[in-house]
């Protein structure tokens, strides 16, 4: 099982972050090896979308496609503090194992990634 991870200090970097993630969730869904995955979530068409576009080079108009429904399908969206719990929630019992690819060491943020994976971790 593997899912995006959306998370953010703030709205403004929230929403900053939904859609780079939408850019490659329609990367990747324009993959047609990724169709089964589409099916079993219902989007059964946006792939085919997704990969006609891809073969016309459309790559920033694809992202257009993702909506808020299919980000949440394939993302865990919130902030830093919210995060812990949505993932539990979501995943409980189902991994082993969580990459966060949330921050680099220095950032302004750490002190609160640090809290979001203490509470991870609990």
């Not at 995006?4 to 869904?29: D, L, W």
Request: net charge negative; charged share 25%.
């Amino acid at each position: 099982n593997s899912s995006f991870m959306v998370t953010g200090p703030n709205q403004a970097a929230i929403n900053a972050k939904k859609e780079a993630v939408k850019k490659q969730i329609a990367f990747y869904c324009s993959t047609r090896s990724y169709s089964k995955i589409l099916d079993v979530q219902g989007f059964q068409d946006l792939g085919v979308w997704l990969h006609e576009m891809s073969l016309k080079q459309q790559w920033d108009q694809m992202a257009e496609l993702i909506t808020d429904e299919i980000l949440d399908a394939f993302a865990v969206v919130g902030g830093y503090s919210e995060i812990p719990g949505l993932m539990k929630e979501r995943f409980d019992g189902l991994l082993d194992e969580v990459v966060l690819n949330a921050i680099g060491p220095g950032s302004q943020d750490e002190a609160e990634v640090k809290k979001a994976i203490e509470k991870l971790q609990s």
